[in-house]
């Protein structure tokens, strides 16, 4: 019996040991390579999500682009809007505050994406209308200048209902 159980144990930390030496080698093949395990949103390291435009003429961040261009170092006529101001002219956002209904609910999710997606298109027409090379929520120049805004014009878009 002793011997079966020695027999066991010995399989058991060979086994033990072949996985951290093949996990080791693998951790190392994946730093050799460059890959990195992405990191959740937030956090200071770089996760591809984020790029503050550093080495362009603009300051941005990639989530507040809504069409067009991302890359900063791509822009070259970018436009601007007060999101908050579009996301109210819309439908889909007058029945969420008039019925009072949950953002975090079912129908509110669905009603906002339906917002944000009228918004989306409303802003790519513009853009492509107006020549801009892409359309954000914030954006800025580094030197001061300003960058056009197309709200105006673009709520105008969303009251036509097109």
């Given amino acids: 019996m002793k011997q079966n159980q020695s ?11 072949i996985s951290l030496a093949l996990a080791a ?24 999500l984020s ?6 003429p603009y300051k941005v961040d990639k989530i507040d682009n809504l069409c067009g261009l991302a890359e900063p170092r791509q822009l070259s006529k970018p436009a601007k809007v007060d999101y908050d101001v579009l996301l ?4 889909e956002y007058r029945e969420i505050r008039d019925k009072k209904i949950d953002l975090e609910s079912a129908r509110g999710v669905e009603l906002h994406n339906k917002a ?12 492509t209308k107006l020549g801009h090379c892409s359309v954000w929520k914030t954006i800025s120049r580094r030197n001061g200048k300003p960058i056009p805004n197309l709200t105006k014009s673009i709520k105008l878009d969303l009251a036509e209902g097109v």
């Fill in 7 to 17: 027999i066991q144990s010995s399989r058991t930390t060979r086994v033990t040991r």
């Fill in 25 to 48: 080698l693998l951790g190392m093949g994946a730093i050799a390579y460059g890959w990195s395990i992405p990191l959740p949103h937030g956090n200071s390291a770089d996760t591809g």
């Fill in 51 to 56: 790029d503050d435009g550093r080495g362009t």
């Fill in 88 to 91: 109210e002219a819309t439908d």
């Fill in 116 to 127: 944000h997606s009228r918004i989306v298109a409303a802003c790519e027409r513009a853009r």
